[in-house]
């Protein structure tokens, strides 16, 4: 009897046991208690902001791109009364709205702060208030007035993609008239930087150059990956073309004239390949932006993150570190998916602005329920005017991702899903830590 009684014994106690590990699908009546536990615990975390431009509203390095004329989200409209409790947080500003007159008081406000905190002082002071630890500076170039130890750099590799002339292309809608001439400086750029006065005669030398930019960039520079933009131009869709063809194009058009959508496509599709593969031997991990975007013309279709699986899942590039910039908004829960590839990674930055902490809340717990450990933060903060600058943004994004992470994740304790113990160590791994492993330079 005994004999048969102690596994009888042992298996309702397993069966119990399982049953108290069993997740429930609705959170308990400590979920209020638990988002206000969590959240203070959060809140003492150092953060990496994996993706934002720091600089001021007259710097027109903070990107190599502009903004043309477009409808933004309603969140990020300058009546958003978020961005006031932004000003008051951070500056004690006094009023209650950005009227002329008021707007006067925050602009004086951090012109006495600049001097009171000069140099690189001002900006270092503004993540110490944020309580973020590095912030990525993902910009044309850096700015003196950003101190490298706190800002590494992310450079812009789209520029590569458009070495011939360029007329037919500007000409296909307004934002393109806006963008274009932009690659076409920061290109020139590149060549400077490389003492080079005119494109290389052959398609090998051009390669040359290309890689010449990355290794001094990532060598003697301080960059710490290349980023693409290339979602704005063109669709994210790359084929796989030969060396030969690429090379006939840059051939045919290096010295004069004006390629086909077809031709320069090619050309494109070989010449991000090779970027990407330079990533990989470089150990330059490769940003694209892989979301929505500005401007009328921006076609979503195109855009679509999953245009981009051919390149995740192509094992020539499984030594090249992606971060999908912006999680493929707003297909973020299939984007996901992706992340199950090694190499790939998830940043949050934009969901956490165009949506409010309730409705990011979903979307970042269903990333940590599926791969809590291939997902970051970033802020994407932006210097959008003299009022509103990138310190704005910044408390915004850094607020609002902290409050939806620590939703999620009291949502996942109540309801069974992980403990305390574990809820924190996916917030350290989300807000810093996950990141940071990805640039080992960093020495964090």
Not at 91 to 108: C, M, N, R, T, V
Not at 389 to 410: C, F, K, T, V
Request: charged share 25%; proline share 7%.
């Amino acid at each position: 009897m005994r004999k048969r009684l102690f596994p009888l014994v042992l298996i309702l106690c397993l069966a119990s046991s399982f049953v108290l590990a069993q997740a429930r699908p609705y959170p308990g009546p400590d979920l209020p208690a638990t988002y206000e536990r969590l959240l203070a615990e959060i809140n003492k975390i150092p953060a990496f902001d994996h993706h934002a431009h720091p600089g001021f509203a007259d710097d027109p390095d903070v990107d190599a791109m502009a903004a043309p004329p477009g409808s933004a989200a309603f969140r990020e409209r300058e009546t958003n009364p978020e961005l006031v409790a932004a000003a008051r947080a951070l500056w004690g500003y006094p009023y209650d709205d950005f009227s002329a007159e008021h707007a006067k008081w925050l602009i004086q406000k951090k012109a006495e702060m600049r001097k009171q905190y000069p140099g690189t002082a001002y900006f270092n002071m503004l993540l110490d208030k944020l309580n973020i630890d590095l912030g990525v500076a993902n910009r044309a170039m850096m700015a003196d007035y950003l101190d490298p130890k706190r800002f590494p750099w992310v450079f812009f590799a789209d520029s590569f993609l458009w070495p011939f002339d360029n007329s037919k292309e500007r000409a296909r809608n307004g934002d393109q008239q806006v963008y274009i001439p932009l690659q076409e400086k920061m290109l020139k750029r590149w060549m400077q930087q490389e003492r080079l006065s005119a494109l290389p005669a052959g398609f090998g030398d051009y390669l040359k150059f290309v890689s010449q930019v990355l290794e001094d960039n990532r060598k003697n520079k301080g960059g710490i990956a290349m980023k693409f933009e290339v979602a704005y131009f063109r669709p994210l869709h790359f084929s796989d073309p030969p060396r030969e063809q690429a090379e006939a194009i840059y051939k045919k058009y290096a010295k004069g004239g004006v390629p086909s959508e077809a031709e320069y496509r090619t050309f494109q599709d070989f010449i991000f390949r090779y970027l990407i593969t330079e990533g990989g031997r470089l150990t330059l991990p490769v940003h694209i932006h892989s979301a929505v975007g500005i401007g009328d013309y921006f076609n979503i279709s195109e855009s679509n993150i999953m245009q981009l699986e051919n390149i995740l899942r192509d094992p020539r590039y499984s030594s090249t570190i992606f971060v999908m910039i912006h999680g493929g908004y707003p297909l973020e829960r299939e984007a996901i998916w992706l992340a199950a590839m090694k190499n790939v990674y998830m940043e949050s930055s934009l969901m956490e602005i165009i949506m409010y902490p309730a409705a990011f809340k979903e979307s970042l717990k269903q990333w940590l329920e599926t791969f809590p450990d291939k997902v970051t933060f970033g802020t994407d903060c932006f210097p959008y005017n003299d009022v509103l600058g990138a310190e704005e943004s910044y408390w915004l994004g850094n607020q609002s991702a902290r409050q939806g992470l620590a939703a999620a994740l009291a949502e996942m304790v109540s309801s069974g899903e992980v403990t305390d113990a574990k809820a924190i160590e996916m917030a350290h791994a989300y807000l810093h830590d996950t990141a940071v492993s990805l640039y080992p330079s960093l020495g964090h």
